[in-house]
Nanobody
């Protein structure tokens, strides 16, 4: 059974940085596209960033382009999200997701497995 565990969230001042991690167990995650989403209080879950299975394609929401960077460490079965120049509007619970089917591009609306989320709070 595939399991995802996020970590690295916390409280940071505006302009600061955090690095989120998502460790995958039960599957060799290097064969699968993965992505990050976030959900602010009272709002729907939205796409943040994604990476194709081979790492060649990365996509970002317009709101985080130039500030966030997605990466992966296949040896440790871990996906990362480096978040720089954080803003109060980045405050949310951040979730990672791994696609159900191997290879190819990430499918934000497709079948997959989610982590439990990690809270990021950015203060003014």
């Amino acid at each position: 059974q595939v399991q995802l565990v996020e970590s690295g969230g916390g409280l940071v001042q505006a302009g600061g940085s955090l690095r989120l991690s998502c460790t995958v167990s039960g599957r060799t995650h290097s064969r699968y596209a993965m992505g990050w989403f976030r959900q602010a209080p009272g709002k729907e879950r939205t796409f943040v960033a994604s990476m194709s299975w081979d790492g060649r394609r990365k996509d970002y929401a317009d709101s985080v382009k130039g500030r966030f960077a997605i990466s992966r460490d296949n040896a440790n079965n871990t996906l990362y999200l480096q978040m720089d120049n954080l803003k109060p509007e980045d405050t949310a619970v951040y979730y990672c997701k791994v696609d159900h089917y191997p290879y190819g591009l990430f499918h934000p609306s497709g079948r997959g497995t989610w982590g439990q989320g990690t809270q990021v709070t950015v203060s003014t």
